[in-house]
């Protein structure tokens, strides 16, 4: 993904995990609060098979709607 792109998917990714923030559910290795950031980047890696940085150009908007799909329904 070039430079434009990646910047405005991580701004993506922090503005999704400021609202997904405290409604993650909780979970024994997290005892003190789930960080939202690192769960939508993992989320990303896991149903992409690489990180949002990897991700080619041409998926730019598959990645912004599951971005978005994650805003909605935070696991």
Do not use: C
């Amino acid at each position: 993904m070039n430079k434009d792109n990646s910047s405005v998917i991580w701004k993506l990714i922090q503005e999704t995990g400021n609202s997904i923030k405290g409604k993650l559910p909780p979970h024994p290795n997290h005892p003190k609060g789930r960080n939202p950031y690192a769960h939508v980047a993992l989320m990303v890696k896991n149903h992409f098979g690489m990180s949002y940085k990897d991700i080619p150009d041409d998926k730019k908007e598959e990645l912004v709607k599951y971005i978005n799909y994650l805003r909605k329904y935070p696991e």
